[in-house]
């Protein structure tokens, strides 16, 4: 496998169960991603890891539980969620440091992304 | 104001000719800028960063304006297979990415 892997690729669920996404880098990189990308609105970022530590939370709701066990691998714990949450929820990896900007090296690379719909 | 704004479009352009999308953002302290280029239902792909000096890649130029806080990507003879919606993407402080809506462009025969 390379880049960027996410399963499952789709997933319908109801309200009340409880699922998990999963993302997995194979790039080496240091920084993972999670967006929600809804109809006809820009994609939004959800939470970013660094080194495994959560560095951001866009004001998302708690039931979102995101993990990252190691620098390969996040997942996306879903519990109790709403029709509203029904969207593309993509991953992305990059490697971060000083430095890496300016040289354009710091690109975020996506995963295909998982469609879920919640009934 | 949003962060990044773009004309949704659609752009409708024959094969051939050459088109212009714009983006502004309003964080100033914005740091590096991109267009994401997506496919229907497709995850989105880095087209190019786009440098304050300016860069072109082939036929696509992208062009950044610090002052104005614009941004532009200008595809000359479009293919077909230049159609998709392009991404407007600015990087603030955090590694985050904020996207635009997208601009689509759609290349007929």
């Known amino acids: 496998e390379t880049g960027v892997t996410q399963t499952p690729r789709h997933l319908v669920m109801g309200m009340t169960n409880k699922k998990s996404l999963k993302c997995e880098q194979h790039?080496?990189?240091?920084?993972m991603y999670w967006y929600k990308q809804s109809a006809k609105k820009p994609l939004e970022l959800m939470f970013v890891y660094n080194f495994k530590e959560q560095t951001e939370n866009n004001s998302v709701p708690s039931r979102f539980s995101p993990e990252c066990p190691n620098s390969s691998h996040l997942f996306l714990h879903l519990h109790t969620l709403q029709p509203e949450d029904s969207a593309l929820y993509l991953c992305?990896?990059?490697?971060?440091?000083?430095?890496?900007?300016?040289?354009?090296?710091?690109?975020?690379?996506f995963g295909p992304g998982t469609r879920l719909t919640v009934l | 104001r949003k962060e990044v704004e773009q004309d949704p479009g659609p752009f409708n352009v024959p094969e051939g000719a050459t088109v212009a999308f714009n983006c502004t953002y309003s964080?100033?302290?914005?740091?590096?800028f991109f267009w994401y280029r997506q496919d229907c239902r497709k995850e989105p792909k880095l087209l190019m960063s786009v440098y304050s000096s300016g860069n072109e890649d082939g036929r696509f130029t992208a062009q950044l304006n610090r002052a104005s806080q614009y941004i532009s990507l200008l595809i000359r003879d479009s293919k077909l297979s230049d159609s998709a919606t392009y991404l407007c993407?600015?990087?603030?402080?955090?590694?985050?990415?904020?996207f635009g809506k997208g601009t689509s462009l759609l290349v007929t025969p």
């Open positions: 964080n100033s302290a914005s740091q590096s």
């Open positions: 993407v600015v990087e603030n402080s955090g590694y985050a990415l904020n």
């Open positions: 992305a990896s990059s490697q971060e440091s000083p430095g890496l900007a300016s040289l354009g090296e710091d690109t975020q690379y």
């Open positions: 790039l080496g990189h240091n920084a």
